[in-house]
């Protein structure tokens, strides 16, 4: 069983930064992804950066150049930093792990609610 918890949240004026993180628990295989997805209210669930164990990371073109993902395979843990936030940033952001060698099983974190005013 694997637990996601994710921190870092709050609430910054547009131009500000956060650093969210999130700290995996329990099983979890050298081999994996780590990633992060937000919810706006009245969205669906929106990618919006990956990094895998290899190395490899991913991002959603409306946050390149602004949002930084990076990781702690020691520690299972993986970081959002957050630049040049913007309103439109404003929704819960989730992690989540992804374990290709054992399935795909995919887990997830309860969210963290990031809130830009303007």
């Known amino acids: 069983q694997v637990l996601l918890v994710e921190s870092g949240g709050g609430l910054v004026q547009a131009g500000g930064s956060l650093r969210l993180s999130c700290a995996a628990s329990?099983?979890?295989?050298?081999?994996?992804?780590m990633g992060w997805y937000r919810q706006a209210p009245g969205k669906q669930r929106e990618f919006v950066a990956h990094s895998a164990s290899t190395g490899i990371t991913a991002y959603v073109d409306s946050v390149k150049g602004r949002f930084t993902i990076s990781r702690d395979n020691a520690k299972n843990t993986v970081y959002l930093q957050m630049n040049s936030l913007k309103p439109e940033d404003t929704a819960v952001y989730y992690c989540?792990?992804?374990?290709?060698?054992?399935?795909?099983?995919?887990?997830w974190g309860k969210g963290t609610l990031v809130t830009i005013s303007s």
């Open positions: 329990g099983s979890i295989s050298s081999l994996n992804v």
């Open positions: 989540q792990l992804v374990q290709p060698t054992r399935g795909g099983v995919v887990d």
